[in-house]
């Protein structure tokens, strides 16, 4: 077997876009460093055995994908609430209950798919927008490792027929079937237009002070009026400001009652929250991720699962 010395310096090379290949396949960032960790075991226990017919990094990737294929044999697709109903444009309307038993979609926070080579941060990042992985949970395993390995990864088809032991043509067949479900899925909005980078601050600081100053008036002013709210695990979710900002005002705003930290998540602008517990104790309730169109916000899916604010790099629990 190899040193530690010697599989450490391949294993790091390619964990980001390798973290960020299982996070596509898998809708969790929980399940995908899992993932990788089986990867890099089963790669360490064979790396004396590798011959050196293909590169490091399509090997690593043959290894990763069919661990996930075998994962997703015993797992169902992991959805959003818009994704399993229509949406309620009343404020006033009855809540379903909560769904913490169901395996929802989760956040990856940029910072993980983040790496020393810029060629590597930019595959890692590729593809990671929270709408883009949402719909690849309508696709079939097989259809995912396909689409992502052809289409976000640029492997050559005879390469991705390797990587999974089937034919070019079952992978140009499996490809034209993952594309066109895509498309019936939605739009990924994987090229809206963003604010500046100094517009994009200036709204997060807005969105935190009405927030946490329960300024109803102050958010509205921030969102666009076909702007969309989803809160997993509960499977309600809202449309329109005026619903929107009507829930958050009834349900959700108090003064002090949260703490936000902005940070980013599945290359969009993101606020790791903390709900006050006592008067100088705050504990983490999950992490909201915004979707922009110029410098406005067209969607909040806010994951309300305090086991993700870890995954941030935000402690379980602040005091004041």
Known sequence: MPSNTEFAAVREQFR???LAHCYRMLGSIHDAEDLVQETYLRAWRAYDRFEGRSSVRRWLYTIATRSCLTALESRSRRPLPSSL????DDHLVAMAPREP???????APDALF???DPAAVVAARTGVRLAFIAALQFLSARQRAVLTLRDVLSFRTAEVAEILDTTTAAVDSALRRAR???AEAGP???DLAEPTEQTLRALLDDYVDAFTRADADALVN??????ELEMPPTPTWFTGRRAVVGFLSARVLHPGLWRMAPTLANGQPALVVHKRAAVDRYEAYGVQVLTLIG??????TAFNDPGLVPTFGLAPALTT
């Open 16 to 18: 980001p876009e390798l």
């Open 85 to 88: 109903g229509a949406p309620v």
């Open 101 to 107: 038993s169901m395996a929802w979609l989760q956040p």
């Open 114 to 116: 983040g790496g020393h």
């Open 180 to 182: 066109s479900r895509l």
């Open 188 to 190: 990924v909005e994987d």
């Open 222 to 227: 921030l969102l666009r009026v076909d702007v």
């Open 295 to 300: 410098a406005r916000i067209s969607r909040i």
